[in-house]
């Protein structure tokens, strides 16, 4: 059965994509400065400023779970963190450093005040107003982190209906509900790469539903 961790990741990669090498993104180059040393880009969310002497490229995906495993998820103790907090602060690490992911976790362990906490630095940054070089939207840092940040909380709330707390990771207990929704609700449908909104009258025994105020989240069994 899919760990935690592995679920977490699919989420983050929905987030970080596949491969790219742009010249003005200081995080594809092995010395972190435009310009200097190799562009050797980003995989995965695997950066050549953080892993210089990596192949990025021909980095496989086996081998970027392994790397986000070893130097993120382990060193905050995602296994032992309440689930939807372990997400949240996982993304954390990857997006803004384990340092500053394991700083939050001293200063709260609800999510929703940790996310806060997440959105108040990214807005403290000189970069949150730089547009994304290469961005085909032309979208800034800011928009881009803001956007991310948003969706993360759906997945966290989703989360904590899922995984309740002190319940082992390999053996979720969603909350049961009917089978059926009406026209008027939306649906959020996981199918593995995170949860996408759909609109249709659907009956089905092989899922899960999970109401939550306006919205209903299902799940397949």
């Not at 249709?200 to 899960?208: A, Y």
């Amino acid at each position: 059965m899919t760990s935690r961790f592995e679920e977490a990741h699919k989420i983050v990669l929905g987030f970080e994509g596949g491969y790219q090498n742009l010249y003005n993104d200081r995080g594809n180059w092995t010395s972190g400065k435009v310009g200097v040393g190799i562009n050797k880009g980003t995989k995965y969310g695997i950066t050549a400023m953080t892993y210089p002497t990596l192949d990025i490229k021909n980095l496989t995906l086996q081998e970027a779970r392994a790397i986000y495993k070893r130097d993120y998820w382990d060193k905050m103790n995602g296994d032992k963190l309440e689930p939807a907090l372990a997400l949240v602060a996982f993304d954390t690490a990857i997006n803004s450093g384990v340092g500053k992911a394991i700083e939050l976790l001293y200063k709260t362990d609800d999510v929703d005040t940790y996310l806060n906490l997440r959105l108040a630095y990214l807005r403290s940054l000189r970069l949150y107003r730089v547009a994304i070089p290469g961005n085909r939207k032309g979208k800034t840092y800011g928009q881009v982190w803001e956007e991310r940040v948003a969706l993360l909380r759906e997945q966290a709330a989703q989360w904590k209906i899922i995984y309740p707390k002190n319940t082992s990771p390999a053996s979720p207990q969603p909350q049961e509900a009917p089978s059926k929704t009406t026209s008027g609700v939306s649906v959020q449908l996981d199918l593995g790469q995170g949860f996408q909104a759909i609109t249709e009258r659907f009956e089905d025994d092989r899922i899960v539903v999970n109401p939550q105020g306006n919205k209903v989240y299902i799940r397949l069994k």
